[in-house]
């Protein structure tokens, strides 16, 4: 990585782990086989991906039946998504404003495809979802219900009770999907005693390659797939296999779930001592969604009181060789503001930016950035 270039954008992407690539390496190489194919070639590409997913399972504490390897959160979320109108009979959809837009554009498709009818929950003032909302419009739904909720935020970090959640669910009999894509890799899971349908992943969150994810179905409910063709995954994805993102993905989460004591500590600490120094050094500057509550220990999104300086920001921090975002990165190009921010804090005289970390960065990073944002703000 260019050495001066300081990145905080880690909720975008990731740096690939040299220890992943180097799994993947022989995958990219001699271990050439279609994991379809009979002879032995094939066979040790086909163990590869079982291996992966049994360890994928193992860390997830769920069943490697229960685990589908996918393209990302992207597809995770649609398949997910799909299946449970088309194929588990759900003719309303609860959602919040504040979704990825994986799951909020999903949702607006079905809507105007008049497959389900969409509500929104009701979000509290500091951007968590109203719990009790979603106890409301579930005890009024007369038609069976998907509720779509993310299980951390990507833009301001927020966090949803996932049990609490999913347990309001349970009570309703409605299908739970969450989009863990921010937290799968970040923090423990114990799939096998959590109350929700779906979950999805992306290795790219966390260390891995791009373009491969994850899609956790329960054994309890059974989907058609979204894609059609050589019955890969189970018959659930069709398609070849990704192999040297599968292996990827397995050796990321592996080393994820092993860093997690130690740099899960040490990003917080981070995220903490920029809160502070962007406090005592840039007035006016607040912090948007529950900040140190229930939160990404990874993510600090940052408002500045919004001048013909700051209007120019994130360019200017550009320039200076410095990654951050405005909204989600996946809005990139035509930069329509952030609909997340809109949601929570709608202050058209504020400029809100998103700094994210991983276990890269350090404390000097900070300290070089804040010393640019005096001179930017």
Sequence with gaps: MNSSRIY???AA??????????AMMPYLTDKFGNPSSIYSYGRETRLAVEQARKSTAKIL?????????TSGGTESSNTAILAAVRDLGCRHIITSPVEHHAVLHTVEYIDTLDMAKVSYVKLLPDGHVDLEDLDRLLAASAEKTLVSLMHANNEIGNMLDIHAAGNICKKYSAIFHSDTVQTVGHF????????VHFVTGAAHKFHGPKGVGLLYINENIKIRP????GGQERNMRAGTENIYGVAGFAKALELATAGYETDSVKIAALKKYMHDELKKHISGVSFNGDVFGSSLYTVLNVSFPKTEKTEMLLFNLDINNICASGGSACTSGADAGSHVIRAINNNPNQVAVRFSFSKHNTIDEINTVVQQLKTLV
């Design 188 to 195: 423990p899971f114990d799939l096998r005693n959590t109350p």
């Design 13 to 22: 992407t990731t740096a690939l782990d040299p220890l992943v690539l180097e």
């Design 61 to 69: 504490n769920a069943h490697p039946a229960e685990i589908f390897f």
């Design 226 to 229: 979204l894609l059609h063709g």
């Design 8 to 10: 905080f954008d880690n």
